[in-house]
């Protein structure tokens, strides 16, 4: 009688190994997925700290100022968004609006800043300056 030769070997047969590599694929195509939205969604912060920090700046340069010069008409000029060292600076726009109230003491100042990456994004930040 001729002895069974196929139990006593060992290793993988091809049907396991395509199998394993359909299971490894799918597993690299999803981290790959997730390293896409991971990266956006760094880069999308980046744009909000940006923003936040340029309409901070905004509103400490007022608040630093006389309390005369803050109106629309007598606003300081603006920062060069481009001169400060803030890495794509260029792409913010910065608009600022100034709110007389019925008393005289104090005025309500509203930064906004604005970008696109692609849609339309916008930072407000508002305070008021007091005599």
């Given at each position: 009688?001729?002895?069974?030769?196929?139990?006593?070997?060992?290793?993988?047969?091809?049907?396991?190994?395509?199998?394993?590599?359909?299971?490894?694929?799918?597993?690299?195509?999803?981290?790959?997925?997730?390293?896409?939205?991971?990266?956006?969604?760094?880069?999308?912060?980046?744009?909000?700290?940006?923003?936040?920090?340029?309409?901070?700046?905004k509103l400490d340069a007022l608040n630093a100022g006389p309390y005369a010069d803050v109106d629309?008409?007598?606003?300081?000029?603006?920062?060069?968004?481009?001169?400060?060292?803030?890495?794509?600076?260029?792409?913010?726009?910065?608009?600022?609006?100034?709110?007389?109230?019925?008393?005289?003491?104090?005025?309500?100042?509203?930064?906004?800043?604005?970008?696109?990456?692609?849609?339309?994004?916008?930072?407000?930040?508002k305070t008021i300056i007091a005599q």
């Amino acid at each position: 009688m001729t002895e069974n030769t196929l139990q006593n070997e060992n290793g993988f047969t091809l049907l396991e190994v395509l199998f394993a590599l359909v299971i490894f694929s799918i597993g690299l195509l999803a981290v790959n997925a997730m390293t896409t939205m991971v990266i956006k969604s760094n880069y999308m912060s980046k744009n909000l700290t940006t923003a936040v920090h340029l309409a901070q700046n905004k509103l400490d340069a007022l608040n630093a100022g006389p309390y005369a010069d803050v109106d629309n008409a007598g606003l300081p000029d603006e920062l060069d968004l481009d001169a400060q060292e803030v890495a794509g600076a260029g792409i913010f726009d910065r608009s600022v609006s100034v709110t007389t109230s019925t008393a005289p003491d104090y005025k309500t100042v509203e930064v906004i800043v604005s970008w696109s990456d692609p849609d339309l994004r916008k930072v407000a930040m508002k305070t008021i300056i007091a005599q």
